[in-house]
C-alpha cells in the first residue's frame, strides 16, 4: 500500500488521522472493560457467550466444574472476541490494530505478563494449569485477520481451509484441555477438524440473511456460481433471487456430509459412540446439526425468519446429545 500510493507521506495524509482514533477508542474500551471484567474474568467470559453465543454458553454447563470449564469460557470467549472485530470495526486499519493488540496479549499470557483485559486474564489462568499450543491461539488471530481483507470465498476449498483454521483449531484446543487416551487423540482431531468445518459452514449459511442486505455474500462463488445465482440479486431480493435455494441446498449438504464424516469416524472407537470425556468438545455438533434439520424444513431458505428464533428444542438437544454421547 507505501508503494502503489507513493511513500510514508500519502499513507500519514490517509491513516493517521483513523489510526490516531482507533487508539483512543482502543484504550477507551479497555479502560472501561477493565472496570467490568477484570476483578471475576471468568465471570465476564460467561456474560459474553450468554449474550453473544448463546449455544456455547449452554454447553459450557456440561463442562466439569473448575478449571476446565474455566478453559472453555475462555478459549470460546477469544473466538467470539476475534470473529465480531470485522463486523464491528469501521475500517481495515482499526481491525489490524485489534488483531495486533491481541497477537500481544497471547505473547504475554504466555510469558505470564497478561494485559488487563478479562479474556487475556483467563487465558492466562487456563494456560498456567493446562497445556494449551500457544500455535493454536495465533492461529485463530491471522485466520481472522486474513477475513478482514478477504471476507468473502471463491471456493469451496477455501472456505473449508478458513473454518478449519477458525473452527476447528479452536476444538484442538479445547480438546486439549482434557486428558484424553494417546492411541484415540488423532481420531478425535481429525473428527473435530470435521465438525469445526461443519460449524463454519452454518455460521455462513445462518449469516446470509443479515450479509446480504450489506452486500456480502456468504456463500462461495464456486456454488453461487454453478446455479447461476446473481449475488446482486441475492442483495436486493434475498429468497426471491434465482437459484439461491439450490446453491444453499448444496453448501448445507457440504456442512451435513462433514457431520457424517466425524459420527462415522467415531462410531469406530469403542463402543461406537463419542468417548464420554471428549463429549464437551463434540456437542459443538449438536446445534448444527439442529440447524440444518430446521433449514431442511424451511425448503432451504436461509432467508425463513423463522431460522433467525432461538429453537426452543436446543436447551433439551444438547442434554441428550450429551448424555446419548451423540450429535
Known amino acids: 500500500m507505501l508503494c ?28 472501561t472493560i477493565s472496570t467490568v471484567g477484570n476483578d471475576n474474568p471468568t465471570a465476564y467470559c460467561r456474560d459474553l457467550l450468554q449474550k453473544h453465543d448463546y449455544e456455547s454458553f449452554l454447553i459450557s454447563q456440561f463442562w466439569p466444574k473448575g478449571s476446565l470449564q474455566d478453559g472453555y469460557l475462555a478459549l470460546r470467549s477469544l473466538s467470539v472476541e476475534l470473529a465480531m472485530i470485522g463486523d464491528t470495526v469501521s475500517n481495515p486499519v482499526i481491525g489490524q490494530m485489534r488483531m495486533q493488540f491481541w497477537r500481544d496479549a497471547i505473547k504475554g499470557v504466555y510469558e505470564n505478563n497478561p494485559p488487563r483485559h478479562p479474556i487475556a486474564l483467563a487465558l492466562s489462568n487456563v494456560c498456567r494449569q493446562h497445556k494449551i499450543q500457544r500455535y493454536h491461539l495465533n492461529r485463530l488471530i491471522d485466520a481472522r485477520d486474513a477475513e478482514l481483507h478477504t471476507p468473502e470465498h471463491l471456493t469451496s476449498e477455501s472456505l473449508t481451509d478458513h473454518a478449519e483454521a477458525t473452527s476447528s483449531t479452536l476444538l484442538y484446543a479445547l480438546l486439549s484441555l482434557l486428558t484424553i487416551p494417546s492411541n484415540s487423540l488423532d481420531s478425535l482431531s481429525h473428527a473435530a477438524s470435521h ?3 461443519a460449524q463454519g459452514i452454518v455460521t455462513l449459511l445462518r449469516g446470509l440473511p443479515y450479509h446480504a442486505p450489506k452486500g456480502r455474500m456468504t456463500i462461495p462463488a464456486e456454488i453461487t456460481s454453478k446455479h447461476g445465482v446473481s449475488q446482486e440479486e441475492v442483495f436486493r431480493r434475498g429468497k426471491e433471487a434465482k437459484g439461491i435455494v439450490d446453491a444453499v441446498y448444496e453448501f448445507a449438504v457440504l456442512a451435513n456430509d462433514h457431520l457424517i464424516t ?37 425448503d432451504f431458505n436461509a432467508f425463513e425468519p423463522q431460522l433467525q428464533v432461538r429453537d426452543w428444542k436446543l436447551a433439551w438437544r444438547i442434554w441428550r446429545g450429551y448424555y446419548q454421547r451423540t450429535f
Open 4 to 31: 502503489q500510493y507513493g511513500g510514508r507521506r500519502i499513507f500519514v495524509k490517509c491513516f493517521s488521522t483513523p489510526f490516531r482514533l482507533a487508539q483512543t477508542r482502543m484504550k477507551s474500551a479497555r479502560r
Open 195 to 197: 465438525v469445526g468445518v
Open 262 to 298: 466425524a459420527r462415522d469416524m467415531l462410531s469406530k472407537l469403542d463402543d461406537g459412540k463419542v468417548p464420554r470425556e471428549a463429549m464437551p468438545v463434540f456437542l459443538t455438533g449438536v446445534p448444527q446439526a439442529l440447524f440444518l434439520e430446521r433449514l431442511e424444513k424451511a
